[in-house]
């Protein structure tokens, strides 16, 4: 059972990424997916989640229309395409999955990533 991130790279201030969240082991569509951000120094927080049973998404307000939560059954992956990127977006994205949408320290997680490192350059 595991996933894996990837798509983190070095981007200037109002460019784009796709981070990509790939599952072995497990159906994503049994699960809702979401993405977290660790900014430098802090915790992770919640910013993307979807609901694979009816397509239901949820943002957290500083991303809300710059980032889109999305998922392919057929790839078993989940994307968080980022949009109008900030210095305040740099810091280590991870996806877990979990059986509701929750924070990072829900009792409900089943699987974490390892992370991926998006750095925005002003």
């Known amino acids: 059972v595991q996933l894996v991130e990837s798509g983190g790279a070095l981007v200037q201030a109002g460019g784009s990424l796709r981070l990509s969240c790939a599952a072995s082991g497990f159906s994503l569509d049994d699960y809702a997916i979401g993405w977290f951000h660790q900014a430098p120094g802090k915790g992770r927080e919640g910013v993307a989640c979807?609901?694979?049973?009816?397509?239901?998404?949820y943002y957290t307000e500083s991303v809300q229309g710059r980032f889109t939560i999305s998922s392919d059954s057929a790839k078993n992956t989940v994307y968080l395409q980022m949009n109008s990127l900030n210095p305040q977006d740099t810091g280590v994205y991870y996806c877990?999955?979990?059986?509701?949408?929750?924070?990072?320290?829900?009792?409900?997680?089943?699987?974490w990533g390892q992370g991926t490192l998006v750095t925005v350059s002003s």
């Open positions: 979807l609901y694979s049973s009816d397509r239901s998404t």
């Open positions: 877990a999955a979990d059986h509701y949408c929750s924070g990072p320290d829900a009792s409900s997680l089943v699987q």
